[in-house]
């Protein structure tokens, strides 16, 4: 009968019939071409065939024997080749592309936990996220407002002593942009400290980071009072909170009767006073 189809290129491989072992000592030998496991090879240890898999096995390399017991350099050790491992399929270094992955098979479980999607964070240069603190890309905290002024020695320090009814403050901060909240309830009896006196522009001291600098004076951000209670300032006024650049603090505003912005300046008693306050502003801080 007729072949039909391609003559087909007949082709040779010479297995090497014998490798001489003997001199070897321990638990170990190493051949001189690899196989594909245990069966590739017929290994005699004193002209006694050992049992594959049980007496010896084959190493991930191929060429590396290991045995069950131990042989010394009086042995006389050989094995014959069955076959060899002509190919290798391992995928070179940085060879395998997107195009190569199955739509849908890169799953959170073949993630590090360093890099999971629960643990996303950046910095400026990166996008790593370990956690909801220092230099995260998203996170949330809590602070704590104060009254202060333009005439406080320490800015950062309250005006007035006792006890505040309440101090509670949020943020949430995604990049580069804080967003606030807040409430303070004044002490029940108001005396100045710190530097603090009637007339003074008033400042809610304690947010997160300060407000961004490089753009100079012209980085300011505006908030908004929400509510507030027992401050007797003039009727009927809206009034408005301020973030300037490289400040921690909250600067309060209203609009006259004129349009222009004035400064709310303390000039009553505070006293079991409270203010709901919110806005956002850019930050340049880890």
């Keep these: ?51 594959p898999t049980t007496a010896y096995s084959i190493g991930a390399d191929g060429v590396t024997v290991t045995l069950t017991g131990s042989v010394v350099a009086t042995d006389d050790i050989y094995v014959v080749y069955n076959s060899l491992a002509l190919q290798t399929s391992v995928v070179p270094d940085a060879s ?14 073949k993630l590090a936990t360093t890099i999971a999607p629960t ?62 909240t807040g409430y303070l309830q004044s002490p029940s009896s108001w005396s100045y400290t710190n530097g603090g006196a009637t007339g003074q522009a008033l400042y809610i001291y304690g947010l997160p980071f300060k407000g961004a600098s490089s753009n100079g004076n012209s ?19 809206s009034i408005q909170a301020l973030v300037r650049n490289d400040e921690k603090f ?10 222009s912005g004035n400064v709310v300046t303390d000039h009553v008693d505070l006293a079991n006073s409270f203010i709901y306050f919110s806005g956002s502003y850019r930050t340049e801080e880890a």
Excluded: C
Excluded at 97 to 108: C, E, L, P, Q
Excluded at 250 to 259: C, P, T
């Design 1 to 51: 009968m007729g072949y039909i189809g391609n003559q087909q290129t007949e082709g040779f491989s010479q297995v090497p019939a014998k490798q001489d072992l003997t001199g070897a000592s321990g638990t170990s030998l190493t051949l001189t071409h690899a196989v594909a496991s245990a069966e590739g090879i017929s290994l005699f240890i004193n002209n006694v065939r050992q049992e």
């Design 119 to 180: 643990n996303l964070e950046t910095t400026a240069s990166t996008f790593k996220m370990t956690d909801l603190s220092s230099n995260a890309f998203y996170r949330t905290g809590s602070w704590i407002p104060v009254w202060s002024s333009a005439g406080a020695s320490d800015v950062t320090q309250s005006i007035t002593t006792g006890t505040y009814g309440a101090q509670f403050g949020q943020y949430v901060r995604i990049g580069d942009l804080v967003s606030f």
């Design 219 to 237: 980085e300011q951000w505006g908030g908004s009072v929400n509510f507030h209670s027992t401050m007797d300032w003039q009727a009927g006024i």
């Design 96 to 109: 395998v592309s997107t195009a190569k992955i199955i739509d849908g098979n890169v799953t959170s479980a």
């Design 250 to 259: 909250i600067r309060l505003f209203y609009m006259g009767a004129n349009s």
